[in-house]
């Protein structure tokens, strides 16, 4: 039965791509659920279990199973509408705007970078395992005054709209509205979130940018001369590789105890982490039961500013314990982190939701060949759930929500014109 979730995704993916006269970005979704799903085969293969986050092992429940890979589905089919080589343009509406939020990304990246660049220098400079050691033991949230409570006003409202300044780099380049220079600042501002990654040593959020850039990648690939694709990958390989350096120093350096591959556990946990979301998806499935039915992690902003006011995951988490004993800071999906919060049938409601949107949506975003970019915006607040969420549900933390809203506002503004008194009159 393990070997379900591989066979499946790969199926699909195959018979997606066949249709589609080449990989889309449903079929790229589908891929990555299926590498994770030959990792979960490896979980049990090499007997990584009960460590590295991933939990004891237990029989493969079939229903388990069913509702994995039938809501992953769903969640994922939808995007199969968008196919690439039928969009010949992306409408940009109020350029103006559009190059008013690039500059406000860029020169996020750039305070960012300055007001971290000592610890970022002091992190790069220890040992990347005593680094994330603390961040498990001794994470407090520290309290910012005068000029770097300033500075870290943008960092908190537009760290996480790293997916709008990919969106915009491969806009810019297939209707060649800015400079060379610009665009490597454009993609060079989508790192922001990575940058805040290494000060604790994390693998998350740079995997998250590969991820965000390849399937935007393929959504653009069918309207992009050689030339053009050229011009959009070759910063790629720059930052790109700079960003999977890091990831292997991390993974390197974090785990280092024997392991059953050989002298060191790097392969052990290389494998846990990619493989234990369908393990862990089936365990809670089979032993959690939902205590309350709680939406403080699924609307972050609501929660925290109004419902729960100061609400801390690490609390919550203590909660889930306490009552079930099992702990949540492992990855089982998105959907392991709705089954948590809603109980298995609202995990399904939320899926199910979710698909009638992402279908609506999806469907009318093509006219003729073209597609606005008020539409594509939406799309992608979207599509990061089921990318983002082999792992986890993304959307929990509160910054991420600044990224939903302001996505919001801006596809809104886009889109609509707002009436002044003198435009009444006329």
């Known amino acids: 039965m393990i070997a379900v979730p591989f066979i499946y995704f790969t199926l699909l993916a195959i018979y997606l791509i066949r249709k589609n006269g080449g990989v889309d970005i449903a079929a790229f979704v589908l891929m990555i659920y299926a590498f994770s799903g030959l990792c979960s085969i490896f979980v049990d293969i090499f007997d990584v279990y009960d460590i590295y ?12 199973t069913l509702c994995y890979c039938g809501l992953i589905t769903l969640c994922v089919l939808p995007f199969s509408r968008l196919n690439g080589s039928q969009i010949k343009k992306v409408e940009v509406q109020k350029e103006w705007l559009v190059d008013v939020l690039s500059w406000v990304l860029i020169l996020t990246f750039f305070i960012t970078l300055f007001s971290i660049f000592t610890n970022l220098e002091n992190v790069l400079q220890s040992d990347l395992k005593e680094v994330r050691e603390d961040v498990y033991d001794n994470w407090e949230s520290e309290e910012l005054t005068g000029w770097q409570w300033l500075l870290a006003i943008p960092g908190t409202l537009f ?14 380049i297939a209707q060649h509205r800015k400079s060379a220079v610009f665009n490597w600042l454009l993609l060079l501002s989508s790192l922001t979130p990575v940058i805040k990654a290494v000060l604790i040593a994390g693998r998350t959020q740079p995997i998250y940018w590969l991820l965000s850039f390849c399937a935007l990648y393929i959504f653009f690939r069918p309207t992009l001369s050689k030339e053009e694709r050229r011009k959009a990958l070759l910063p790629f390989m720059v930052f790109g590789s700079i960003v999977a350096l890091f990831i292997g120093a991390v ?16 392969f052990d946990s290389l494998i846990a982490y990619s493989g234990q979301s369908f393990v862990n998806f089936n365990y809670f499935f089979c032993n959690y039961t939902v205590h309350n039915v709680r939406f403080d992690r699924i609307f972050p902003i609501t929660n925290y500013f109004i419902l729960h006011p100061g609400w801390n995951l690490d609390d919550y988490r203590d909660m889930i314990w306490s009552f079930s004993g099992l702990n949540i800071g492992v990855f089982f999906t998105f ?12 995990m399904i409601v939320y899926v199910l939701i979710f698909y009638v949107i992402s279908t609506l949506i999806c469907r009318t975003a093509n006219h003729n060949g073209t597609i606005l970019l008020s539409r594509l915006l939406i799309i992608l607040i979207l599509l990061l759930i089921p990318l983002q969420g082999l792992f986890y549900y993304s959307y929990y933390k509160v910054n991420v929500g600044y990224y939903v809203i302001g996505s919001l506002i801006l596809s809104w503004l886009l889109s609509h014109s707002i009436k002044t008194k003198h435009s009444l009159n006329a």
């Open 335 to 346: 959907l392991g982190d709705l089954m948590v919060d809603l109980g298995h049938v609202g």
């Open 159 to 172: 760290s996480q709209f790293s997916p709008i300044a990919i969106l915009l780099y491969y806009i810019n």
């Open 53 to 64: 986050g991933v939990y004891e092992k237990i029989a493969i429940s079939p229903l388990a």
């Open 251 to 266: 993974t390197i350096a974090r785990f280092t105890t024997k392991g059953i591959a050989g002298d060191t556990g790097s």
